[in-house]
């Protein structure tokens, strides 16, 4: 049984910095990709970060680049999302997501994950 655990959240100031964890257990047959996906109150849940193909290749929302990074310790089976810079409008629950097997959905496609973890909060005051 898959399961994704995220912690890492908090409150922070607008500027300060925070990272997120994600620990997997459980095996993920044929996993493609991991994300990270946000949700603020009264808005669609978003694609914040994905790290895909074993680590080689890296996206990002537009709003979040030079900000974010995403990173992942396959030794540890743990996904990271260091926040830099961090802005009121990073408010919002965020959720570590896993995709197995080949697909052709983009990388912030989320109905295209397979395994979700229950999400950690993030609130940045300004």
């Known amino acids: 049984q898959v399961q994704l655990v995220e912690s890492g959240g908090g409150s922070a100031e607008a500027g300060e910095t925070l990272r997120l964890s994600c620990a997997a257990s459980?095996?993920?047959?044929?996993?493609?990709?991991m994300g990270w996906f946000r949700q603020a109150p009264g808005k669609e849940r978003e694609g914040v970060a994905a790290?895909?193909?074993?680590?080689?290749?890296?996206y990002y929302a537009d709003s979040v680049k030079g900000r974010f990074t995403i990173s992942q310790d396959n030794a540890k089976n743990t996904l990271y999302l260091q926040m830099n810079s961090l802005k009121a409008d990073d408010t919002a629950m965020y959720y570590c997501a896993a995709r197995a097997g080949f697909t052709y959905y983009r990388w912030d496609y989320a109905p295209g994950y397979n395994y979700w973890g229950q999400g950690t909060q993030v609130t940045v005051s300004s």
């Open positions: 790290i895909c193909s074993g680590g080689g290749s890296t």
């Open positions: 459980g095996y993920i047959e044929r996993r493609n990709c």
